[in-house]
């Protein structure tokens, strides 16, 4: 037998097989796109509160809020500000450096101005000197250098929790060095709920210039997963259908990162059962792959009862030794804490409606029980998380659960 020429690894069996993949990377959370639909007028009003730091940027410093729900693009705003801001700035001459600093991982401001010193290629101990004098070689760098610095503090609610000056201390950065303005901050949070507990002073060198976002409804969240769709995936490759589904299923939070994460996860199980399209049916598998969480920023939008009620029942379940309550003892001990906290508590049946919603919510799990000592009446129980987290969770929001 004679072999022409070298075969091909397309030549044989699995070759045949093409992935609906043109390029995965550009799916993970990280990836930063170029477009990014719905989300242009907001990205201009950024530029603009920061215009005069980028032409200006020794006289002028900014500080801006940013909130809005989980996937609503916050932090991808941000990274792309960053970017633009910088490239901006030389145009005027001005050295601008943007930090992106998430302050779930690094929650306190020591830790973060730190980081902010090596960023700028400044080495300083993260041990052995205290707070004044990393402010101050702080300062020290940013005049030396004539460099003014943004700092985007993401989830900057986590560093407020843990320690409630700091917000204080970022508002008077802008005013550690005389004469020339070095720092700028862009406050990013699901909530503004955080400002609840600061005193009115910080509040108002804040000066409110603030963008919020809104989830994004079923039609955007279809034109975002468009827009990812060209660069991920072969020409063709998956369905329109496929694309409204995904961006159905994720509209109920309004979260693009879940829709991407549908679209991605539909990509691989097309691949896995060799089909050249991404199909509905991909999308469903893919929805139904995905194990039940608990969304802690499902927390973040529950009204003030709600989070009572949820405080008590976790109270109760963490001192009871059965893995369920019953709703009558969930309702005492609300009108309980609702009194030692001097809150009007809301009647009966409010308080059932509000224990239902927390349940289709799937932040707790109810069921009948059969007839038995306590007759047939509605438990309570945690299927996804401890009452222990839950507690941790939502005591942060206490200040606010008490204003
Ligand atoms: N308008 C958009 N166009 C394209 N991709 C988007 C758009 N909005 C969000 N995304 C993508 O969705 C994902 C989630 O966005 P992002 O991480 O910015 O959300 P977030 O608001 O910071 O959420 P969280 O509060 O959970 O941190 C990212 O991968 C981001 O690139
Ligand atoms: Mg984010």
Same mark, same amino acid.
Request: aromatic share 8%.
């Given at each position: ?89 030389? !145009? ?6 943007? =930090?992106?600093?998430? *302050?779930?991982? /690094?929650? %306190? &401001? ?70 020339s303005q070095v720092f700028s901050s862009l ?37 975002? !997963? ?6 991920? =995936?072969?020409?063709? *490759?998956?369905? /329109?259908? %496929? &694309? ?95 009194e030692s906290m001097g809150v009007a508590a ?58």
């Amino acid at each position: 037998m004679v072999i022409y020429g070298k075969p091909t690894k397309s030549s044989f069996g699995m070759s045949s097989h093409h992935s609906v993949f043109r390029n995965e990377s550009v799916l993970v959370p990280e990836f930063v796109p170029l477009t990014t639909p719905h989300r242009g007028d907001q990205m201009k009003a950024l530029e603009a509160y920061f215009q005069g730091v980028v032409e200006r940027s020794g006289q002028m410093s900014q500080n801006v809020l940013l909130s809005g729900p989980v996937g609503s693009g916050k932090s991808m705003l941000a990274k792309k500000l960053g970017a633009t801001l910088e490239r901006n700035a030389l !145009l005027y001459g001005n050295r601008v450096k943007f =930090f992106h600093v998430n *302050c779930r991982i /690094d929650r %306190s &401001l020591q830790a973060i101005l730190t980081k902010c010193m090596h960023f700028l290629g400044h080495g300083y101990p993260s041990r052995g000197f205290g707070f004044e004098e990393l402010l101050q070689s702080f300062s020290e760098a940013l005049t030396g250098d004539k460099v003014h610095l943004i700092v985007a503090f993401d989830e900057v609610d986590s560093l407020v929790i843990s320690d409630p000056s700091s917000l204080y201390t970022i508002t008077r950065l802008r005013e550690i060095t005389q004469g020339s303005q070095v720092f700028s901050s862009l406050l990013i949070s699901k909530t503004l709920d955080y400002l609840k507990a600061v005193d009115l002073s910080t509040l108002s060198s804040l000066q409110w210039n603030s963008i919020s976002l809104d989830p994004y409804s079923s039609q955007q969240l279809y034109d975002i !997963l468009g827009s990812r769709s060209q660069d991920a =995936f072969n020409d063709g *490759c998956v369905e /329109d259908d %496929s &694309l409204e589904l995904a961006a159905e299923i994720a509209s109920t939070y309004g979260d693009a990162r879940y829709a991407i994460d549908l679209i991605y996860r539909a990509g691989r199980m097309a691949d896995l059962s060799d089909s050249p399209r991404i199909t509905p049916e991909h999308v469903r598998r893919a929805k139904a792959s995905l194990p039940p969480q608990f969304k802690k920023e499902e927390l973040a939008y529950l009204g003030r009862h709600q989070r009572l009620i949820l405080i008590s029942i976790s109270n109760l379940l963490k001192k009871s030794d059965s893995a369920y309550i019953t709703i009558g003892e969930a309702e005492k001990s609300y009108d309980a804490l609702c009194e030692s906290m001097g809150v009007a508590a809301n009647h009966h049946t409010q308080v059932w409606s509000d224990i239902n919603e927390l349940s289709r919510k799937g932040i707790i799990e109810t069921q009948i029980s059969g007839k038995g000592v306590r007759g047939r009446t509605t438990m309570i129980g945690l299927s996804l998380v401890s009452a222990e987290q839950l507690i941790d969770e939502l005591r942060g929001m206490v200040a606010d659960v008490r204003s």
